[in-house]
T-cell receptor, first 115, second 113 residues
Framework: NAGVTQTPKFQVLKTGQSMTLQCAQDMNHNSMYWYRQDPGMGLRLIYYSASEGTTDKGEVPNGYNVSRLNKREFSLRLESAAPSQTSVYFC??????????????FGPGTRLTVL | GNSVTQMEGPVTLSEEAFLTINCTYTATGYPSLFWYVQYPGEGLQLLLKATKADDKGSNKGFEATYRKETTSFHLEKGSVQVSDSAVYFCALSDRSGAQKLVFGQGTRLTINP
């Protein structure tokens, strides 16, 4: 199993350009998440999808949109990139057991620079 | 809202030293608590977890105990190795449907031989 895969690994954009970050998981998980990681701030949740067909905002959704294409794939789109979106982006997935703790499995990340 | 606070880093230790990384949390209800580790150039991976008060999570020589009375989940290891050099994140998960994680800011640990 590949687990959680993300493409691309690196990307440089100019202010105002758009792009889509791709994420796929092969663990048959229901829930998927997008985080951004900035120095000294840990990871912050951008959007999540509790199950196929649903998406919800997290802590920092402004400037982003998401699509849960199917159970495997969850993409993150930047419509008009800004320098404040320079960050490392992580996708994660999980299969929350009923009433139990939720282990999330993370992809390797996408390092995005907006000039 | 829920929040997690970790001790400031970076932390530098010699091999075989004792490690403690402090973590405290604020949450309503009874969250689950986690430690994740990020090795250089990689994504995060689960190190250990605990689901209720007084539970002890353990893995690879690391331990953490869920202390409800002090709202803490400190990470400890008796004898660190160079290979433990990484960034460590404390996190909590509420028990709502999607069980979203709230992370601390991370603590960078460097172990010198």
């Amino acid at each position: 199993n590949a687990g959680v895969t993300q493409t691309p690994k690196f990307q440089v954009l100019k202010t105002g350009q758009s792009m889509t970050l791709q994420c796929a998981q092969d663990m048959n998980h229901n829930s998927m998440y997008w985080y951004r990681q900035d120095p000294g701030m840990g990871l912050r949740l951008i959007y999540y999808s509790a199950s196929e067909g649903t998406t919800d905002k997290g802590e920092v959704p402004n400037g982003y949109n998401v699509s849960r294409l199917n159970k495997r794939e969850f993409s993150l789109r930047l419509e008009s990139a800004a320098p404040s979106q320079t960050s490392v982006y992580f996708c994660a997935s999980s299969e929350p057991p009923s009433g139990g703790p939720d282990t999330q499995y993370f992809g390797p990340g996408t390092r995005l620079t907006v000039l | 809202g829920n929040s997690v606070t970790q001790m400031e880093g970076p932390v530098t230790l010699s091999e075989e030293a004792f490690l403690t990384i402090n973590c405290t949390y604020t949450a309503t209800g009874y969250p689950s608590l986690f430690w994740y580790v990020q090795y250089p150039g990689e994504g995060l991976q689960l190190l250990l977890k605990a689901t209720k008060a007084d539970d002890k999570g353990s893995n690879k020589g690391f331990e953490a105990t869920y202390r409800k009375e002090t709202t803490s989940f400190h990470l400890e290891k008796g004898s660190v190795q160079v290979s433990d050099s990484a960034v460590y994140f404390c996190a909590l998960s509420d028990r709502s449907g999607a069980q979203k994680l709230v992370f601390g800011q991370g603590t960078r640990l460097t172990i010198n031989p």
